[in-house]
């Protein structure tokens, strides 16, 4: 092989076209373009060190964000109630939060949940503690289903035994 056929790599050889750009050195004379004031104009706030204005403020003007009106609210009591639609039920037996959170009706986090509307129900659905709309509770007595009321039957339990022990 000669000299000039052969291909050699070294430092001064490599180039960096386009792989980064130069960054801007200010204040290095007037010659440059950004010499002396080094782009930041003359005087005033933006002009000195330290000197920044903050997001939204319009020179002393009462700024859009304060000008808007206020609104919305978000309640932080009720956070854990849903509503779930009777169609949704469809096809299930029985109705509380247990088989509903199993479903993936409602978040593991719902606590409360209320039954709306007045569609027709194929199935016979048993529901168990959860408050419904009229609409809802006549479709579900409707196809034949029931509707019980935990708290209901509770105190029915505690004044069948307290007059069976009267009884006694």
């Known amino acids: 092989m000669t000299k000039e056929t052969k291909i050699s790599m070294t430092l001064n050889s490599l180039s960096s076209d386009g792989t980064s750009k130069n960054r801007k050195r200010v204040g290095r004379g ?26 939204g403020f319009e020179g002393g003007q009462m700024p859009l964000q304060m000008r808007l009106p206020k609104f919305g609210f978000s309640s932080r ?50 529901v168990e503690g959860i408050p419904l709309t009229k609409g809802a509770k006549q479709a579900i007595e409707n196809a034949g289903g029931k509707v019980v009321d935990k708290e209901k039957e509770s105190n029915l339990d505690t004044k069948d035994t307290s007059k069976n022990e009267e009884k006694d």
């Open 30 to 55: 007037i010659g440059s373009g950004t010499g002396k004031t080094s782009g930041r104009g003359h005087k005033g706030q933006k002009s000195r060190s330290g000197g920044n204005i903050r997001q």
């Open 77 to 126: 009591v009720n956070n854990n109630f849903q509503e779930v639609n009777i169609k949704n039920l469809n096809g299930m037996k029985i109705v509380n939060l247990e088989t509903l959170k199993e479903k993936k009706l409602i978040t593991k986090s719902i606590k409360k949940v209320k039954i709306f509307g007045n569609t027709e129900v194929n199935s016979k659905i048993t």
